[in-house]
C-alpha cells in the first residue's frame, strides 16, 4: 500500500532492553521525521533527516539513535529503554523543505515497563 | 527558539455552532509557516490548513478559516457549523521558512468536543 507506515502499532518491553520503531514511506520523499507525542508536551521533534546518510538531532534526541541507509525508511532505536520513554512515537515525511506538508504515520504507542 | 502557545486545554462546542481555537508563538523571524493538525480518536495527525507568514489574506478551506495576525503573532483557527467528526485534538503550528530548515514546532494541543 503506498503512504507511510510504521510498525510494530504497539510494543510493551523492560526497562534496558534495546527497542527499534519502523518507519517506511512509499513517496520518495528526501524528508523524514520522528516525533513523540506525551501528554502535556504535544509533539516533540526526535530525529530529522533530510536524505538518504543525512540525519540531524532535534529537541529531545538523548537515549535515541536514527539512521537512514534507504531513502524509503527511517528506523528509531532506543538503544536502552527508559520509563520516560513511555510514548506514542509518530514518523513524517515530507517532500522537500520549507513549506511542504508533513504526512504522518498511524503513530507507535510504546510502553517501557 | 521558536515556541508556541496553546492556553486552552479544552474546549466544548455545539453541533452547528462556531468555535474559536487559539494560538499564539514567538518568532525573531520575518519569513515563515504556521499549521493547524487535527488529530481525531484514532490518533492520525491531519492537516487542516496552512498559511505563509508573507501573505495578508487568512487563509480557508471549506468550514475553517484562520485569523492570523502577525504583528500580534496570533494564529486562531475558526471552524464554522461544527459536525461531530470534528471532535478532536487540535495542534497549532510553527515551521521556519530559512533554508532546509522544515522542522516543526508545535503547541500543546487543544481537545474540541463537539456536543450533539
Known amino acids: 500500500d503506498a503512504g507511510i507506515t510504521q510498525s510494530p502499532r504497539y510494543k510493551i518491553t523492560e526497562t534496558g532492553r534495546q527497542v527499534t520503531l519502523m518507519c517506511h514511506q512509499t513517496?520518495?520523499?528526501?524528508?523524514m521525521f520522528w516525533y513523540r507525542q506525551d501528554l502535556g508536551h504535544g509533539l516533540r521533534l526526535i530525529y530529522y533527516s533530510a536524505a538518504a546518510d543525512i540525519t540531524d538531532k532535534g529537541e529531545v534526541p538523548d537515549g535515541y539513535v536514527v539512521s537512514r541507509s534507504k531513502t524509503e525508511n527511517f528506523p528509531l532505536t532506543l538503544e536502552s529503554a527508559t520509563r520516560s520513554q513511555t510514548s506514542v512515537y509518530f514518523c513524517?515525511?515530507?517532500?522537500?523543505?520549507?513549506?511542504?506538508?508533513?504526512?504522518f504515520g498511524p503513530g507507535t504507542r510504546l510502553t517501557v515497563t | 527558539a521558536q515556541t508556541v502557545t496553546q492556553s486552552q486545554p479544552e474546549m466544548s462546542v455545539q453541533e452547528a455552532e462556531t468555535v474559536t481555537l487559539s494560538c499564539t508563538y514567538d518568532?525573531?523571524?520575518?519569513?515563515?509557516?504556521l499549521f493547524w493538525y487535527k488529530q481525531p480518536p484514532s490518533r492520525q495527525m491531519i492537516l487542516v490548513i496552512r498559511q505563509e507568514a508573507y501573505k495578508q489574506q487568512n487563509a480557508t478551506e471549506n468550514r475553517f478559516s484562520v485569523n492570523f495576525q502577525k504583528a500580534a503573532k496570533s494564529f486562531s483557527l475558526k471552524i464554522s457549523d461544527s459536525q461531530l467528526g470534528d471532535t478532536a485534538m487540535y495542534f497549532c503550528?510553527?515551521?521556519?521558512?530559512?533554508?532546509?530548515?522544515?522542522?516543526?514546532?508545535f503547541g500543546k494541543g487543544i481537545t474540541l468536543s463537539v456536543r450533539p
Open positions: 503550528a510553527f515551521m521556519s521558512g530559512f533554508g532546509a530548515n522544515s522542522k516543526l514546532t
Open positions: 513524517a515525511s515530507s517532500e522537500s523543505a520549507g513549506n511542504y506538508e508533513q504526512y
Open positions: 513517496w520518495s520523499h528526501s524528508y
Open positions: 518568532t525573531s523571524e520575518n519569513n515563515y509557516y
